[in-house]
């Protein structure tokens, strides 16, 4: 008998045209949400890649900078900022720290707020 009971509850709801408009309401926002979610994801891992580029620009100058006064060569930037000690590089030259996104990470909705990488100095 509750077999039935279900059965015929279930017929009702689906002819209902209130939750038949609902159910296309919600599938909708649901669209709207991975939309949404997918281009915050391309966003992050744009600004992640950008920032990482940023650091590869800065290692290949640190690099020169080093060659140059390995080689014996005066060089214009102030000797505090020469990369030669530990303290130096820890202080003028960063790190990232980066956050990749995980592949169900566009219906993560309160991961956003979040910070998609940071940047280290060891001094400060």
């Not at 689906?14 to 919600?26: D, K, M, N, P």
Request: charged share 20%; glycine share 4%.
């Amino acid at each position: 008998m509750l077999k039935y009971n279900f059965k015929y509850e279930f017929k009702l709801i689906l002819r209902s045209r209130w939750i038949q408009t609902l159910s296309v309401v919600i599938l909708l926002f649901i669209g709207l949400s991975t939309y949404n979610g997918t281009e915050k994801v391309k966003k992050r891992v744009r600004i992640i890649s950008k920032a990482e580029k940023e650091i590869e620009k800065s290692d290949r100058l640190m690099l020169k900078l080093i060659d140059s006064v390995n080689q014996g060569f005066k060089v214009s930037a102030p000797r505090w900022t020469i990369p030669t000690s530990p303290m130096a590089v820890g202080n003028y030259h960063p790190r990232v720290v980066a956050k990749n996104p995980l592949p169900f990470s566009f219906i993560a909705t309160g991961q956003s707020v979040y910070s998609h990488y940071q940047t280290y100095n060891s001094c400060r």
